[in-house]
């Protein structure tokens, strides 16, 4: 079982649409990424966080260390989100990503 | 040439083949890494050298051996690869290699790799 665990693992929307990806982890961490990967491969990291809520543009990703779980929203959703999302927690200083959502706005 | 760039972009090799991959950053940062991201698998990260000093090496099989010459360049020597080993291979780049953070990081386009 991959410690890391995101939801929906595919997720298709209209532009427009308020969307929410999870990422949920079972153990103990000093950081969380989030990150964008386009169609091709390209990767562009999008936050880290700790603690707390961190807001870039139309971009929100919250973290709540007790529960162990960060959302990633996206406001206002345009065709040029499609990407996937993908997770990754820093725990005992290991890397570890999640398999990724898959998202899909459609015009 | 701008952030992060590999080559080749594409590379198809027989299981007796040699062959490196190439990563080169323009960002003045100081640590890099190489990732494998096979079909339907999540990332995962091979190495990392902070100022040219390798500090994680993920029991990787020693058919991958990376070469760190100076903190612009990072190299993927390949050889005896299996089947299993077709992915496609990351590099990216960070400031500074923080153990328990791993800093924000610039990814560059990939080599996708098929080993036939």
């Known amino acids: 079982k991959n410690e890391v665990e995101q939801s929906p693992q595919n997720l298709t929307a209209q532009e427009g649409e308020f969307i929410t990806i999870n990422c949920s982890y079972s153990v103990g961490i000093s950081a969380l990424h989030w990150l964008q990967q386009h169609p091709g491969g390209g990767i562009v990291s999008l936050f880290m966080?700790?603690?707390g809520k961190k807001k870039h543009g139309r971009l929100i990703a919250t973290i709540n260390i007790q529960e162990k779980h960060s959302s990633l929203h996206i406001t206002a959703s345009h065709p040029r989100d499609s990407a996937v999302y993908i997770c990754a927690v820093v725990g005992n200083e290991k890397l570890t990503f999640g398999t990724g959502t898959r998202l899909t706005i459609i015009p | 040439e701008t952030g992060v760039t590999q080559t080749p972009r594409h590379l198809v090799m027989g299981m007796t083949n040699k062959k490196s991959l190439k990563c080169e950053q323009h960002?003045?940062?100081?640590?890099m890494y190489w990732y494998k991201q096979s079909a339907k698998k999540p990332l995962e990260l091979m190495f990392v050298?902070?100022?040219?000093?390798?500090?994680e090496n993920n029991s990787v099989p020693s058919r991958f051996s990376p070469e760190c010459p100076n903190s612009s360049h990072l190299f993927l020597h390949l050889h005896t690869l299996q089947p299993e080993d077709s992915a496609l291979y990351l590099c990216a780049s960070s400031q500074d290699f923080l153990r328990g953070q791993y800093n924000e990081q610039f990814f560059g386009p990939g080599t996708r790799l098929t080993v036939l």
């Open positions: 966080l700790s603690s």
């Open positions: 960002l003045g940062h100081n640590a």
């Open positions: 050298y902070s100022l040219e000093e390798r500090v």
